[in-house]
């Protein structure tokens, strides 16, 4: 091509595509918050705007539009339905210049509960009834949406602190073209973890809380690493899971599936679960895997795997 001075006009930069986090979930599990965080992380971001404008905010020029943006929806969105919200993600999915993700934030019922009171705020559902109703009704209502997440996080036992690094580990910017597993410990005594995609059980290995020295560590300490380790069918079981999950990885990987949660429970989510996860990290890392490493039942490392 040449320019009306007779030049050879230089050809124009390709934009990056645009980062579109659409951050929903249940009322008080954490929205507004998520939203602060990726605003921190120079995103773009919106409350509430109305599911019919969001066509034209992406119809803007991929060289003008903000290269991050961040838009919360929730049953308090104006027009918010979920058909009308597939029917949204389907248009924007077939956009070649955006790169979509939906964060569904979910939480204990009796800690939205807490969450209510504390704040005095009512439940958009509950206006005139009690507010374990509301969240009910709100959790049917979103379970579709939920499915169809690309990332849940469950913030009932999170800090401000803990939900930042696990919101921006799994959505894993730098890392979009390949699936991302996290691999998560916990305690049965406090129920599945609410984003297990497999769930494995490891209470049948030898209990290091029946051991008085051991009680009190965890499975990151090496004197219960070594104990849970020296169960004659822990290198079975650990061969065995690792067979298992090696051809799945990229068989859930060619069906486009971003993010995998692989949730490891023990009774307590202290001792044995922390210990296996921590070792099948490290396994999924060596196979060239991106991988988050979360203890849910014990206070988050220093350092780590993950």
Same mark, same amino acid.
């Given at each position: 091509?040449?320019?009306?001075?007779?030049?050879?006009?230089?050809?124009?930069?390709?934009?990056?595509?645009?980062?579109?986090?659409?951050?929903?979930?249940?009322? %008080?599990?954490?929205?507004?918050?998520?939203?602060?965080?990726?605003?921190?992380?120079?995103?773009? *971001?919106?409350?509430?705007?109305?599911?019919?404008?969001? /066509?034209?905010?992406?119809?803007?020029?991929?060289?003008?539009? /903000?290269?991050?943006?961040?838009?919360?929806?929730?049953?308090?969105?104006?027009?918010?339905?979920?058909?009308? @919200?597939?029917?949204?993600? #389907? $248009?924007?999915?077939?956009?070649?210049?955006?790169?979509?993700?939906?964060?569904?934030?979910?939480?204990?019922?009796?800690?939205?509960?807490?969450? @209510?009171?504390?704040?005095?705020?009512?439940? /958009?559902?509950?206006?005139?009834?009690?507010?374990?109703?509301?969240?009910?009704?709100?959790?049917?209502?979103?379970?579709?949406?939920?499915?169809?997440?690309?990332?849940?996080?469950?913030?009932?036992?999170?800090?401000?602190?803990?939900?930042? $690094?696990?919101?921006?580990?799994?959505?894993?910017? #730098?890392?979009?073209?390949?699936?991302?597993?996290?691999?998560?410990?916990?305690?049965?005594?406090?129920?599945?973890?609410?984003?297990?995609?497999?769930?494995?059980?490891?209470?049948?290995?030898?209990? /290091?809380?029946?051991?008085?020295?051991?009680?009190?560590?965890? %499975?990151? #300490?090496?004197?219960? *690493?070594?104990?849970?380790?020296?169960?004659?069918?822990?290198? %079975?079981?650990?061969?065995?899971?690792?067979?298992?999950?090696?051809?799945?990885?990229?068989?859930?990987?060619?069906?486009?599936?971003?993010?995998?949660?692989?949730?490891?429970?023990?009774?307590?989510?202290?001792?044995?679960?922390?210990?296996? *996860?921590?070792?099948?990290?490290?396994?999924?890392?060596?196979?060239?895997?991106?991988?988050?490493?979360?203890?849910?039942?014990?206070?988050?490392?220093?350092?780590? *795997? %993950?």
């Amino acid at each position: 091509m040449t320019a009306s001075d007779g030049s050879k006009a230089q050809d124009a930069p390709i934009p990056d595509p645009t980062t579109l986090v659409l951050v929903t979930g249940l009322s %008080g599990a954490g929205r507004s918050s998520a939203l602060a965080i990726l605003e921190d992380e120079g995103f773009e *971001a919106v409350d509430n705007l109305p599911l019919s404008l969001l /066509p034209a905010l992406m119809a803007l020029d991929p060289a003008e539009r /903000p290269d991050r943006i961040a838009v919360g929806v929730d049953l308090r969105t104006r027009d918010f339905d979920s058909t009308y @919200f597939f029917t949204q993600l #389907d $248009q924007l999915s077939r956009d070649p210049d955006l790169t979509l993700r939906v964060v569904f934030l979910d939480c204990d019922t009796d800690v939205l509960i807490r969450r @209510f009171t504390e704040t005095r705020r009512r439940h /958009p559902l509950a206006t005139d009834r009690p507010v374990a109703d509301g969240i009910r009704l709100e959790r049917d209502y979103m379970s579709p949406i939920r499915a169809r997440a690309d990332v849940v996080i469950d913030t009932s036992e999170l800090t401000l602190g803990s939900f930042r $690094q696990i919101l921006l580990d799994e959505l894993a910017f #730098d890392q979009r073209n390949r699936m991302t597993v996290t691999v998560v410990s916990f305690g049965f005594r406090k129920g599945l973890p609410r984003e297990a995609d497999l769930v494995f059980d490891v209470r049948f290995l030898k209990n /290091p809380h029946y051991v008085a020295e051991l009680r009190p560590k965890t %499975g990151l #300490d090496p004197e219960v *690493a070594a104990y849970v380790s020296s169960d004659p069918e822990f290198p %079975g079981f650990v061969a065995r899971l690792t067979a298992l999950i090696a051809p799945l990885l990229p068989r859930y990987e060619a069906e486009g599936k971003s993010y995998l949660t692989i949730a490891i429970g023990c009774t307590g989510g202290k001792h044995r679960s922390v210990h296996t *996860a921590e070792l099948f990290a490290t396994w999924l890392k060596s196979q060239g895997t991106p991988v988050t490493l979360r203890h849910r039942d014990i206070p988050a490392p220093a350092g780590g *795997a %993950g």
